[in-house]
T-cell receptor, first 115, second 112 residues
């Protein structure tokens, strides 16, 4: 079955550490996205990529970095510069659109906690 | 850019009643409007969507209506059940049409 997989489901980070969240999709989607969700809050865009080897900052990119070396993969690194990283992180993918648009497919999320 | 506002932020209904969530958007060129359901600790899932060439779409107990003139669209859930309890998000494409802008979410609670 096609889908989008995030790992790990739970992640604990010590102060000053960088951690990387994995996102893999086998839907042949061109576009991929990372969102941050705080308790009881909506979705805030961190980074997005419309095509391999290209990505753009979203609304809250500071303290995060990404890469898009393969169409299937869009890992997110939470760096030590991110002062409040405890949150639920969601990855999504979609067919890149002009004209006829399709919805996103979301992963099941990674819950990151600073210890 | 596109601005999507969603109301109410929380909604509590009795089991069997109907629930309505409304979203407004700013870009009159937007042509695609999805709704997502997010259960606790999970990622959002697409439950229904509508394109601008129709005014209403139904799927069993769920329906979405679109008013292009007023630039708003609504999610209607009839005969609500406890398993409908979740956070619901609406969305609309941004100006460039290459990504979605999400509403702030509605927490729906269905009381048995």
């Amino acid at each position: 079955d096609g889908g989008i997989t995030q790992s790990p489901k739970y992640l604990f980070r010590k102060e000053g550490q960088n951690v990387t969240l994995s996102c893999e999709q086998n839907l042949n989607h061109d576009a991929m996205y990372w969102y941050r969700q705080d308790p009881g809050q909506g979705l805030r865009l961190i980074y997005y990529s419309q095509i391999v080897n290209d990505f753009q900052k979203g609304d809250i990119a500071e303290g995060y970095s990404v890469s898009r070396e393969k169409k299937e993969s869009f890992p997110l690194t939470v760096t030590s510069a991110q002062k409040n990283p405890t949150a639920f992180y969601l990855c999504a993918s979609s067919t890149s659109g002009t004209g006829y648009y399709y919805g996103y497919t979301f992963g099941s999320g990674t819950r990151l906690t600073v210890v | 850019g596109e601005n999507v506002e969603q109301h109410p932020s929380t909604l509590s209904v009795q089991e069997g009643d109907s629930a309505v969530i409304k979203c407004t958007y700013s870009d009159s060129a937007s042509n695609y409007f999805p709704w997502y359901k997010q259960e606790l600790g999970k990622g959002p899932q697409l439950i229904i969507d509508i394109r601008s060439n129709v005014g209403e779409k139904k799927d069993q107990r769920i329906a979405v209506t679109l008013n292009k003139t007023a630039k708003h669209f609504s999610l209607h859930i009839t005969e609500t059940q406890p398993e409908d309890s979740a956070v619901y998000f609406c969305a609309a494409p941004n100006n460039a049409g290459n990504m979605l802008t999400f509403g702030g979410g509605t927490r729906l609670m269905v009381k048995p």
